[in-house]
């Protein structure tokens, strides 16, 4: 994947704005002390973006909407979109940045393994192993700790330029 990734710091990957600061689409390096190298993407939330490491989709003109089953459909976004997650909470058209290569974290519902594929679910922003049948896979991601019981958490994960994969 050929492009151009402009520098950016700690700060303004956890930044939300009403009006752009960058370009949208513009991809953004940073390398972490702690996380090592990060890519992020910059965009615009299509409807409120509940907050940090929340699953979003990406729609025409690098608008994100948070992951569901309903979003991630063919029809919808689909097969081969964009998906990452976003860095901060994002009221409805703010402009952030959205996790898209490296170590981070995604929202994941309770008992998610360590992994495992991932799909989209019906909880906004949150993926799951489960494997629900109308679901979307979600392909270039995958968990580093499993959630246990706990209900919808963040959990560690490695994004490799995750993409909306098959219907299950």
């Not at 990957?13 to 390096?29: C, I, K, P």
């Not at 901060?88 to 290569?101: K, T, V």
């Amino acid at each position: 994947m050929a492009q151009a990734t402009i520098g950016i710091s700690a700060a303004q990957v956890t930044a939300s704005t009403s009006t752009a600061e960058f370009r949208l689409g513009t991809v953004g390096g940073y390398d972490s002390p702690t996380l090592g190298y990060q890519e992020f993407v910059y965009g615009q939330a299509n409807g409120a973006i509940t907050g940090a490491g929340y699953g979003v989709v990406e729609q025409t003109g690098f608008d994100f909407i948070m992951a569901t089953t309903t979003t991630t459909a063919p029809g919808a976004s689909g097969y081969g979109t964009r998906f990452g997650a976003a860095q901060a909470a994002l009221a409805d058209n703010e402009h952030g940045w959205f996790q898209i290569y490296g170590k981070g974290s995604i929202r994941t519902l309770a008992s998610a393994a360590k992994g495992t594929r991932l799909n989209s679910t019906a909880t906004g922003g949150a993926l799951d192993d489960d494997g629900t049948a109308g679901a979307e896979a979600i392909s270039g991601l995958v968990i580093l700790t499993a959630t246990g019981a706990s209900a919808a958490t963040n959990a560690d994960a490695v994004f490799s330029y995750p993409v909306v994969g098959e219907t299950l």
